[in-house]
């Protein structure tokens, strides 16, 4: 049984992912910032698939300590951790670069590029310590060089996660540690969809591609947890979506409609 430690696990594409490492029969370690939404995530997992494989601790990756204490409380219960994913991040709504507040700005970074570092650093120490393990980053939009206007702070900060993995990729050649990236695509998640409140007139636009080529997180999350427990490959990106899916979707969107969006 494999021990699986995500964080910011507690929705989203985190928290897809947990319940299906589970249903896989792995171990897994749910975090978030606060204790009792960690708590109630915990609760309704272990619902479904008992308690003996899931444990939630609270973890604010901006700070180094507590990420070390979720490293070192999992690896005390279970006695061992085999794949650590720093999935925590934030967005932002769809914002002219010019007018982010100050605030908004260490917000994002603070957690996506720091809360990675930091998530990366308390992985590779541990892994070096126990013989081996496998290190997973979330890539996002940035992360492949493509632009979005409005979107600069998180593209920005997704683009420095993943030079940190290409970087992470090279200085554990030889060792027994695997690096790689996850990249989820479009999912519907309250990221993506915050942009509706933000923005009225760019949703009503942009909600058509979104439908297009946007796919549900309990649609996404079992195909990424499964192709994890299978990789081998050290330095892979394991990317849900592909330009020949893409090209398919458009070709036939007037054809299927589909409706990943809710109205």
């Known amino acids: 049984m494999k021990t699986i430690v995500i964080t910011g696990s507690t929705r989203g594409i985190g928290h897809g992912m947990a319940a299906a490492f589970l249903e896989l029969g792995c171990a897994v ?53 085999d794949i650590w994913i720093n999935n925590a991040g934030v967005a932002h709504p769809l914002t002219d670069f010019a007018d982010f507040k100050p ?8 957690t996506n590029i720091a809360g990675m570092m930091y998530g990366a650093k308390t992985a590779l120490h541990g892994f070096q310590k126990q013989g081996g393990g496998a290190i997973y980053n979330m890539f996002g939009l940035g992360s492949t060089g493509r632009q979005v206007k409005r979107m600069a702070l ?18 554990t050649r030889g060792q027994p540690i695997l690096v790689g990236a996850l990249l989820p695509g479009m999912v519907v998640t309250d990221l993506l969809t915050q942009q509706r409140d933000s923005d009225p007139q ?9 439908n297009i080529l946007a796919d549900r997180v309990e649609t996404v999350a079992p195909w990424l947890a499964r192709r994890v427990l299978e990789n081998t490959k050290h330095g892979a990106v394991i990317s849900w979506t592909n330009p020949w899916m893409i090209g398919w979707r458009f070709l036939t969107a007037p054809f299927t409609h589909r409706q990943v969006i809710d109205e």
């Open 202 to 210: 760019e949703w009503a636009r942009t909600s058509r591609i979104f």
């Open 29 to 81: 370690v749910v975090s978030g910032r606060q204790q009792a939404v960690v708590d109630q995530v915990v609760s309704g997992l272990a619902a479904r698939f008992g308690t003996e494989r899931v444990l939630g601790l609270a973890c604010d990756v901006r700070k180094l300590e507590q990420v070390q204490g979720l490293w070192d409380a999992a690896a005390a219960h279970y006695g061992r951790i």
């Open 154 to 171: 998180y593209g920005a900060s997704k683009s420095a996660v993943a030079y940190l993995n290409h970087a992470l990729v090279e200085e």
């Open 103 to 110: 605030e908004t700005i260490q917000a994002v970074l603070d």
